[in-house]
């Protein structure tokens, strides 16, 4: 195992301790994504996806239940704190992608990927790597070098200046529209768009951040159907039923799919992976 693997496999051993994720990677590809590792005979259905595909503190995630629900073999490619980088910047998936029947590409948000303010690591999308001279040029009262996430760097935009925030954002749209077309279009086969609508995590608004329908709107002629899913609240009890997770994070697992979700998503998806016409609301 290189290093890198070595240091990617260690960084999901916190996540280990109460449930199993058996990291695993696929082809020659080294993205780590959620096992158990499957085979990768012909007639599969791939989920590309972020934490909530990933299914962190869930043992079934929506991929399991939607291979129950479907009696197809489904391939978890979910990638925990991921976003649109991890895979339009992977190219050794593809082939392993082109084997699949069909693809379901989760609407990630807009937040975790590199653009002309910021860059984010190129695994952990999550994170905040570096600033460019143009974003210092906007922010000039802003001290990058506090912030490891690239969350926490927004919420201080935003609060600095709401007004040159918006910029940001904008950027982040275009930036996303133009990531979301190179990944369809690397993409082979049938491909579903997944849209899963969560309320708000935080005061930046609601998941998946920064998009909307408009930037969905433009992707359709890259995809043969759309799947939203829109989740709402619960209590707190029911949120927690079905996660496995250590008490010191149970605020992390407020902030993740909840079982009734991950359930909702999956009958969402089944109810249209069988078809073949059109676009589904």
Partial sequence: MSNRLRDQVMSFDRYTDLLDYDPCTYGVSRTMFRGPAQPLEAGFTAVLGGSEAFGKYIEDPFSD????????????????????????????????LSQADTVVVQAMGAANISNRFYSVHPRRNDRFLRHSILMETLFQDIDFSEFAFT?????ALRDSSPEKFAIVTQELAQAW???????????????????IERPPQGPLGPEPLFVTVEMLQTLEPLIDNLVHCEIEEETEDHHLAELIFPETERASALASLSGRAHEQVARALAR???RRDGLAA
Avoid: Y
């Fill in 65 to 96: 239940r939607l291979g129950n629900l479907t009696h197809r073999r489904v391939i978890n490619f979910g990638v925990q704190n991921g976003s649109l980088d991890v895979f339009a910047q992977d190219a050794a998936l593809m082939p392993v």
């Fill in 151 to 155: 969350r926490h760097m927004l919420c």
């Fill in 177 to 195: 529209i133009a990531r979301m077309r190179l990944l369809l279009t690397r993409v082979p086969g049938r491909k579903v768009l997944l849209w």
């Fill in 272 to 274: 249209t992976i069988g």
